[in-house]
């Protein structure tokens, strides 16, 4: 079955350091995104894709970045983590269809704390 | 500030109880979905409205898309424990698939 998938599952890091998360997706989707969740803020997306080495930027993409070499793989990159990056982050991914808007299938998330 | 604004945050309701949560925005979106989410998991789509005064029924939960196509509604009827998650609306625009999300909803049905 197709999925999505994230890793790792929990990270900690200490402020400064880079700190890469991988997410991998085998439904053949076009379109990657990056989300940050944050109690009261729901989901904000960070960056987004909608093919191979397009990249985009999304509400809050300072201090991330993404890049995208497959279809089926879009790692998000934090250049110098800050405490300010702890939270919990999904990937999702949808098809490129002509409806009015697409599903989207979520990774099961990335537990990231910034020390 | 959220683009689209879900209350209640947080409700706790007995097993049987009927329940509305709201998701309103002063923006027009071209379709709204519902999402769930449970602790350690992605959120999983419910339902998706395109229409401005659509509703859909998913068995004990009724979605409706407001008329101006601003604001969305989900109502559970006799709420069972399996309910309990967070409840997420997400708006979304004709270009690029992109969604915005609501704050959510906390939902706790006891037993």
């Known amino acids: 079955d197709a999925e999505i998938t994230q890793s790792p599952r929990h990270k900690i890091t200490e402020t400064g350091r880079q700190v890469t998360l991988a997410c991998h997706q085998t439904w053949n989707h076009n379109n990657m995104f990056w989300y940050r969740q944050d109690l009261g803020h729901g989901l904000r997306l960070i960056h987004y894709s909608y093919g191979v080495h397009d990249t985009n930027k999304g509400e809050v993409s300072d201090g991330y970045s993404v890049s995208r070499s497959n279809t089926e793989d879009l790692p998000l990159t934090l250049e110098s983590a800050a405490s300010s990056q702890t939270s919990v982050y999904f990937c999702?991914?949808?098809?490129?269809?002509?409806?009015?808007?697409?599903?989207?299938?979520f990774g099961p998330g990335t537990r990231l704390t910034v020390l | 500030t959220q683009l689209l604004e879900q209350s209640p945050q947080f409700l706790s309701i007995q097993e049987g109880e009927n329940l509305t949560v709201y998701c309103n925005s002063s923006?027009?979106?071209?379709?709204l979905q519902w999402y769930r989410q449970e602790p350690g998991e992605g959120p999983v789509l419910l339902v998706t409205v395109v229409t401005g005064g659509e509703v859909k029924k998913l068995k004990r939960l009724t979605f409706q898309f407001g008329d101006a196509r601003k604001d969305s509604s989900l109502h559970i009827t006799a709420a069972q424990p399996g309910d309990t998650g967070l409840y997420l609306c997400a708006g979304g625009r004709n270009a690029g698939n992109m969604l915005t999300f609501g704050g959510g909803t906390r939902l706790m049905v006891k037993p």
């Open positions: 999702a991914s949808s098809d490129s269809g002509t409806g009015a808007v697409d599903t989207q299938y």
């Open positions: 923006s027009v979106f071209s379709s």
